[in-house]
Nanobody, 125 residues
Framework: QVHLVESGGGLVQAGGSLRLSCAAS?????MAWFRQPPGKEREFVAA????????NYADSVKGRFTISRDNAKNTIYLQMNSLKPEDTAVYYC?????????????????????WGQGTQVTVSS
């Protein structure tokens, strides 16, 4: 089955940029990024469908974050620009075999069967 390996987390200053990577050992229909700030619930960040590249973004990251895919490398990325302290969280990569479009279902954690280990992103002010 799909195995996900994340990388790219770290510490950056507010206004800076960071790129997360998630390499998948198997294929899936869609993949996504979620995040969990300290003491808060896990929340949706962005999702992408492998075939057509359709995307979905949380309002809090629109215009700042970009999710993308590299089909040859079987890897997805999250380019994070204009980072804010509120973006500080553990970021998780996830893969789904049940997301058939990029609508509301793609924004829910239970749509995803496989999860990465998480990578810490810390934005200082």
């Amino acid at each position: 089955q799909v195995h996900l390996v994340e990388s790219g987390g770290g510490l950056v200053q507010a206004g800076g940029s960071l790129r997360l990577s998630c390499a998948a050992s198997g294929r899936s229909y869609a993949m996504a990024w979620f995040r969990q700030p300290p003491g808060k619930e896990r929340e949706f960040v962005a999702a992408i469908v492998w075939s057509a590249g359709n995307t979905n973004y949380a309002d809090s990251v629109k215009g700042r974050f970009t999710i993308s895919r590299d089909n040859a490398k079987n890897t997805i990325y999250l380019q994070m620009n204009s980072l804010k302290p509120e973006d500080t969280a553990v970021y998780y990569c996830a893969a789904s075999m049940s997301v058939y479009n990029i609508g509301s279902y793609s924004r829910t954690p239970n749509a995803y069967e496989k999860w990465g280990q998480g990578t810490q992103v810390t934005v200082s002010s």
